[in-house]
């Protein structure tokens, strides 16, 4: 049903991104993702005008798609450049900043697939019994160096993975506080 009223509105305006944001979760969730992702990266360059939240939440799903399909490249190229690109306009007409890395919800997503992909690529390694040979300690710093605190706490999920960015570039003393 979800499904149907996602693609109702997409036949209303092809351009709706929430109606879109809908399609990628109910792929997700059926486990879809070859489609999924297909869908998101056709539908992608409807996204150039969007605020950062949604611009980089659908590029959250992209790469949640890649991730499950163990495209862990792909990840990587799609969190430097779309996630929590340095660049923060791709036209001379776009409204808001396509990545706004101050936005605590452009960091949540940016972290959450961070950490997601740090743990599949340790579990690879275990399962391989082989090194990661993937360093993403300058991605973890770059977010880290965005945080301000205090935060608020809107949100469990984000003081959890804020947390965890914190103390994974060694910021105790900064963690310690947020968490206080």
Known sequence: EAEAEARKALDIL?????????????????????????LMLRLAPQWQDLMS???????????????DLDRFHDVIHTWDTRLWSQSTTESSTVTFPLVNRANSQDQLGAAGILWKLELRLHRRAIILKQQNHIDLNERWTSLANCIRLPTPHWDPLFDLILTHTLLRVARKQDAEAHIQ
Do not use: C, E, K, P
């Open 53 to 67: 939240f949604l611009y980089t939440h659908n590029w959250f799903h992209v790469a949640l798609f890649q991730l």
């Open 14 to 38: 092809n351009t709706d991104a929430w109606a879109q944001h809908a399609l990628a979760h109910i792929m997700y969730f059926s486990g879809r993702n070859h489609q999924g992702l297909d």
